[in-house]
């Protein structure tokens, strides 16, 4: 991590440092702080005379090695700590929950415009809704492009901000085009590495974020901030990252339950913990009690599936999707778990 003598490098003195990581097979990557910028070095950064070099340029006051393989998200780099609001709620000061439909079904779109407003009344700070949907089995409903009209109209109409999953490079650009303001990368793109670079690039000095799940299959946590981190050294980092429940199944629940890792995840990294019970446990009786599992281990927010009618729903809104009347209950309870969870 390259800290420069004055708060930034000028273009000059960044196209000399560029020059020099180059000769290395490494990039620079900027990252823009509140007082002032550093520079994460990607790529095998392992040469002492890389170091060396860049160390003895005047303008640089000193050069930090970061211990783990992940530069731009590591604690340690704190500069590189995005500030995300939702509803006037800042992510990691405040709890945010995210709520909506698993999928919009674009031919009754007055069920998510419905649920939209009442979620706003029950107190949710943003909107999910799927426009596109992985699904098994290839003949369930995959989803529409043409809900994403849904969705924006119900951003409109809320002033809620709204949260949709993509899944390939072209639903990427439609929602970057259309001002999605967080893109979801689900269990099953968790480790599409090409894709989260895509993404990175993509949103890259726009004011959109990222919320990566954990891959249904993924093993230690550091995996799973190295698949933030190919978002983030492309060029944006305004991540959030998302326990959502991993295989095997519970016997009992979807997923196996997970999390009680956010505590691990923010030991290693400043990235905001948004955990998703829906997934986890995967029935509605159990969602409200996972939610509070999760703020009492310390997430900054939950994504919860919600519908104003379960049984109406695409997806897995009929058996995971909670009414926003719960939800209404549920919301308070959630903030007062987080509240007393910070104390420890």
Sequence with gaps: MIIPQKDKLSQEELATV??????????????????MSVYAIIGDETSQLLFNRIEGLPFVRRVDRIQVPYKVLSKDNSSGKPTLKFNGKELGKDFVVFGGHCAIDPENPNLFIDTAHALKEAGVDALRGGVWKPRTSPYAFQGDAKAIDVLLRAREETGLQIITEVMEYEEVRLCVDSGVDVLQVGARNALNYRLLTQIGLLTKDKDIAVLLKRSIHMGPV???ILAAEYIAGSGNNNIMLCP???????????????ESITQLIKERTWAPVVVDPSHAVGKAAYVPKAALAAAAYGADGVIIESHCNPMKGTGDDPKQAVTPQVMAELIPALRAVAEQSRKF
Excluded: K, L, Q, S
């Design 18 to 35: 560029e020059a020099i990581a180059a000769e290395f097979n490494c990039t620079i990557r900027p990252i823009v702080g509140h007082g």
């Design 222 to 224: 550091d995996e799973m």
């Design 244 to 258: 959502r429940g991993t295989a095997p199944a519970m016997n009992g629940y979807r997923n196996h339950p997970d």
